[in-house]
């Protein structure tokens, strides 16, 4: 085995960014990456006040592979999400739903040694993604959480091209899930507190726009099959409830502490569903990345320098609401 000790960044108790290392010895299967470049997520802040090493959103570049690395060679460039490892034996895995594995590895529960606010990265070969050519670095970055979770809900769960899609807010996820749906082929309906956004919006993809500030009601027309939350909070759900097809579906894709509240009768008279989404599995995390690359979805990004103090302006940033609109932090060597 062959060992490296590598410049980590990390939460603290104190929410201070901390400058820390770990070691790693690179077993048979796994893969050592140079960190290139680390996407910054809204998870990242439920985590900057633990020991944890903070970035689920990684790319670089494979520096060395272990004895039975079969799909990686040094160079290539190669990426990683919030699932990093499962046994790959129980029903979910043998169904190709490994991100529900009961022995799943995801960030922020293992491997809190290391993150993609790094120097470099050492994961099993199986649980990392090459990145198609005609994709920039700084662009896949995003996709490995943002994009991922967008394009789950919408493929995983059976959104057609045919469907109209409402999408709440147009932050990190909702800039992504904007132009998702609209290269699926689907009929987007967009809203946003105000109109600041709404050229931005029609620019990414979608058909129709909506301002809700002060709004007593929405008048859309024809009503939307899904609704993706992609806000902070959770919605006023007397806006919204009417304004979904009977039988239609919510994907509340906010991270948030706390109890989900909806109006019982506003939901069971429409036939509603609620669809829990989180990151894909790894089947559907490369036909995202494909997609993304032959329609040239990309998200819109602020970029900062992968150090300690640019990692500190990122997440202030973030903090403030001040990134439009995923923040990507870039190594000094990239």
Sequence with gaps: MTGIDFTVYKGSSSGKIVKGSTHKDLRPDEVLLRVTHAGLCGTDLHHK?????????????????????VYFKVGDRAG???????????????????????KRAMYGVA????????????????FLFHIPDAMSSADAAPLMCAGATV????????????????????????HLAIQFAAKMGCDVVVFSSTDSKRNEAMTLGANEFYATKGAKKLDIGRPVNCLLVTTSASPDWSLYL?????????????VTEGDFSIPHMGF???GLRIQGVICP?????????????LHGI????????????GIEEAIEKLEKGQIRYRGVLVAPDA
């Excluded at 919408?154 to 045919?162: C, D, N, Q, S, Y």
């Design 268 to 270: 069971v008279r429409k």
């Design 111 to 126: 491997d809190v040694d290391q993150g993609a606010f790094a120097t470099h990265a050492v994961w099993r070969e199986a």
């Design 80 to 102: 990683w999400g919030y699932l990093h490892n499962a046994c790959l034996h129980c029903d979910q895995c043998l169904s190709g739903n490994e991100i529900f594995c009961p």
């Design 242 to 254: 009417p304004v979904i097809a009977p039988m239609g579906t919510i994907f509340p894709l906010t």
């Design 281 to 293: 599995s790894r089947g559907l995390h490369v036909k995202m990345l494909r997609f993304a690359a």
């Design 49 to 69: 006040n633990e020991d944890v090493g903070l970035s689920h959103e990684g790319v670089g570049i494979v520096e060395k592979i272990g004895s039975e690395v």
């Design 298 to 309: 990309k998200p819109v990004i602020q970029t900062f320098p992968l150090t300690l103090e």
């Design 151 to 174: 394009f789950n809900a919408l493929e995983l769960h059976g959104v057609r091209p045919t469907d109209r899609v409402g999408v709440v807010g147009i932050g990190g996820l909702g």
